[in-house]
């Protein structure tokens, strides 16, 4: 069984920084796709950062470039978003989510819709204060 599971959320000062973790249980890191995506109140799910094992470019939405980076460690089946220069506009539930055989090979078109992904974990909390 997979399971995803989110941390290191919590409540900063704009400006500030967080670094989210999501541990992949279950998951093997073959033909995959896993990323962050991001929802706040009022607003449709949406993605923020993901990477897919037959595309090599990073997926960022345009409103965290340069701001949030994505990172994996395979051997710990651990993914990473490193936020930084967070705004109040960030503020909204992450969550992880992951797939195997995605359905497209560029990150860009899997970032498109929530609904190509299989596993998704439980969400954690981030608030940035003005």
């Known amino acids: 069984e997979v399971q995803l599971v989110e941390s290191g959320g919590g409540l900063v000062q704009a400006g500030g920084s967080l670094r989210l973790s999501c541990a992949a249980s279950?998951?093997?890191?073959?033909?995959?796709?896993i990323g962050w995506f991001r929802q706040a109140p009022g607003k449709e799910r949406e993605a923020v950062s993901l990477?897919?094992?037959?595309?090599?470019?990073?997926y960022y939405a345009r409103s965290v470039k340069g701001r949030f980076t994505f990172s994996s460690d395979n051997a710990r089946n651990t993914v990473y978003l490193q936020m930084n220069s967070l705004k109040p506009e960030d503020t909204a539930i992450y969550y992880c989510?992951?797939?195997?055989?995605?359905?497209?090979?560029?990150?860009?078109?899997?970032?498109?819709?929530?609904?190509?992904?299989?596993?998704w974990g439980q969400g954690t909390q981030v608030t940035v204060s003005s």
């Open positions: 990477i897919s094992s037959r595309d090599d470019t990073t």
């Open positions: 989510a992951a797939d195997h055989h995605p359905l497209f090979d560029k990150v860009d078109y899997l970032a498109a819709s929530t609904t190509l992904w299989t596993y």
């Open positions: 279950g998951f093997t890191f073959d033909d995959y796709a």
